[in-house]
């Protein structure tokens, strides 16, 4: 991709997004489609786990491009720094909401509660993105946002971790 200009390569990538855009419009057309076909057996749980499943395929074939539109960046130190202070904003919502849920959690609606819930689940593959984005940067400037970044999204998915194991365990043994 060296050989391209940047802003070709750039063209690429949101070439890539708008084809994973497409497929996964497709997908979840036919997706919609079954569900008109066969109501009653579209409402179990069975096809709500395969719903996670398309979900979780359809975010992976997003990061693909993702992953190309980071190196791109990664060349040019400004959209770089500005994209690790970005990240670094987005793992301080990891302990703000594992703090909401944990201590304040029956005060909240169950739209938000599930919102900060999707938040702390989909914490892991926030984490491997950001540890991508890590090795993918040339500029102090832009590590040292994204070390944090990755440190406090680290501890906020243990410390999640560890309250989940805690919560079991008195469960079990009260």
């Not at 074939?61 to 992953?67: D, K, N, R």
């Not at 998915?157 to 919560?167: G, I, Q």
């Amino acid at each position: 991709m060296n050989s391209l200009s940047s802003r070709a390569q750039l063209g690429l990538v949101g070439l890539a997004y708008a084809a994973v855009a497409l497929v996964s419009a497709a997908i979840l057309y036919a997706r919609h489609l079954q569900e008109l076909r066969y109501p009653a057996e579209a409402a179990g749980g069975m096809w709500a786990f395969g719903d996670l499943f398309l979900w979780l395929f359809i975010a992976g074939l997003f990061a693909i491009p993702s992953v190309f539109l980071v190196l791109v960046i990664a060349k040019f130190e400004s959209f770089y720094k500005t994209y690790s202070r970005l990240l670094l904003g987005l793992s301080l919502s990891a302990p703000v909401c594992l703090g909401v849920v944990a201590f304040g959690g029956s005060y909240l609606t169950e739209g938000v509660s599930n919102l900060l819930l999707y938040r702390l689940v989909g914490s892991p593959f926030i984490l491997v993105g950001i540890g991508v984005s890590r090795l993918a940067a040339r500029f102090d400037r832009a590590k040292r946002p994204l070390s944090y970044a990755l440190l406090i999204e680290g501890l906020s998915l243990a410390a999640a971790v560890a309250l989940l194991v805690h919560s079991w365990g008195a469960a079990k043994n009260g």
